[in-house]
């Protein structure tokens, strides 16, 4: 079930239906669906690395991100180098399609559970020392076994010039398999 912000379902016109002007398609295989918001706003909480597609000139790119998921805001955050091929993307259209996935490995019947969230949503580029410092925050959590220090060490004045990116989520959509 594909859900807005508030974790309220999107309303659909079978068996298409349009989100800020991307074609979406119903799930095929129900069974595997994940419908609560929570379950999946865990994943995006829980996986180290998000993957997302861009599009510059009808040329597409695909680009993994290690992040930080904010569940308050319902936003992903990363950052990256000041200049290259990714923000050249983004600055050319800022809409991004990304997955996070939970692979659990094949089984010994051959099955592979997995659990895999998607997500639409527009990147901002922070400006701000104090928002760039609570995004560092939340990727350092979210990606150190032993975060705290790691956030002491972080400096305010250090944060003028690095380049942090926020996904704001428009909606969300998920997938799990278990293995019978």
Not at 13 to 20: G, H, K, M, N, T
Not at 54 to 82: M, Q, W
Not at 136 to 156: F, G, S, V, W
Request: net charge positive.
């Amino acid at each position: 079930m594909l859900v807005d912000v508030l974790g309220n379902p999107l309303i659909r016109v079978y068996p298409e239906f349009e989100v800020l002007g991307v074609m979406m398609y119903h799930m095929r295989r129900k069974e595997y669906e994940i419908t609560d918001i929570d379950m999946m706003k865990r994943v995006l909480a829980s996986t180290k690395y998000v993957t997302i597609a861009l599009c510059k000139n009808g040329e597409p790119y695909l680009v993994t991100l290690s992040h930080g998921y904010d569940a308050k805001r319902n936003c992903i955050y990363f950052h990256c180098a000041r200049e290259g091929k990714k923000l050249d993307y983004v600055r050319a259209n800022d809409k991004v399609w990304g997955q996070a996935m939970i692979d659990e490995g094949y089984t010994e019947e051959c099955n592979q559970p997995y659990t895999s969230v998607q997500f639409l949503g527009k990147v901002t580029f922070l400006e701000g020392v104090d928002e760039k410092l609570q995004a560092l925050t939340c990727m350092i959590r979210q990606l150190n076994k032993n975060p705290e220090k790691a956030i002491a060490d972080l400096k305010p004045e250090n944060l003028k010039n690095l380049t942090v990116g926020r996904i704001d989520i428009e909606c969300l959509s998920g997938k799990q398999y278990k293995a019978k």
